[in-house]
T-cell receptor, first 111, second 113 residues
């Protein structure tokens, strides 16, 4: 399976701290995306990084991609209680027809 | 508002009783997909559709059917639900051109007893 794996499974930090979560995947990809899921709700797209990019920023989010290691990281700076959610990476392989989601990192930001 | 609408939000049913979960999107997206989410397993793709009348199996299609008669609708059909289909289901859609980014519905929590 192409399914990615996020690490850690769960992360708890204080408000204002930075949160870093990692994603590893198995085969070559076109691009990698990160999604957020608030408890039991639908996933919301956060940011996309293409396979030929190494780093991308969007507001307080920073994503890196290392295709040689087949891994990506998501950094959330200056975290807020509202960032409490599960975060998933998603990859689409060369065919582009199917998405594969990781198992998610559950982030808790303590006010 | 651009959105994917799933119904119902919650459903409790009995084993063997056919049910349909509806999904509709108003963004003129070609690509639609169904996922199920189970603890520890993440999201797994059930079926997807590249366009009207074009559907294909995902990773876990057994026990499910789909149809795509209209571009906006992509219902998920469980002909004879079983308890192992108890799960949280999501419909999602995206434009066909790369890169694909998904818009998700709010989810349907299904319990089969």
């Amino acid at each position: 399976s192409q399914q990615g794996e996020e690490d850690p499974q769960a992360l708890s930090i204080q408000e204002g701290e930075n949160a870093t979560m990692n994603c590893s995947y198995k085969t070559s990809i076109n691009n990698l995306q990160w999604y957020r899921q608030n408890s039991g709700r639908g996933l919301v797209h956060l940011i996309l990084i293409r396979s030929n990019e190494r780093e991308k920023h969007s507001g307080r989010l920073r994503v890196t991609l290392d295709t040689s290691k087949k891994s990506s990281s998501l950094l959330i700076t200056a975290s807020r209680a509202a960032d409490t959610a599960s975060y998933f990476c998603a990859t689409d392989v060369n065919t582009g027809n199917q998405f594969y989601f990781g198992t998610g990192t559950s982030l808790t930001v303590i006010p | 508002e651009a959105q994917v609408t799933q119904n119902p939000r919650y459903l409790i049913t009995v084993t063997g009783k056919k049910l349909t979960v509806t999904c509709s999107q108003n963004m003129n997206h070609e690509y639609m997909s169904w996922y199920r989410q189970d603890p520890g397993l993440g999201l797994r793709q059930i079926y997807y559709s590249m366009n009207v009348e074009v559907t294909d199996k995902g990773d876990v299609p057994e026990g499910y059917k789909v149809s795509r008669k209209e571009k906006r609708n992509f219902p998920l059909i469980l002909e004879s639900p079983s308890p192992n289909q108890t799960s949280l289901y999501f419909c999602a859609s995206s434009q066909r051109r790369t890169p694909y980014t998904y818009t998700f519905g709010s989810g349907t929590r299904l319990t089969v007893v």
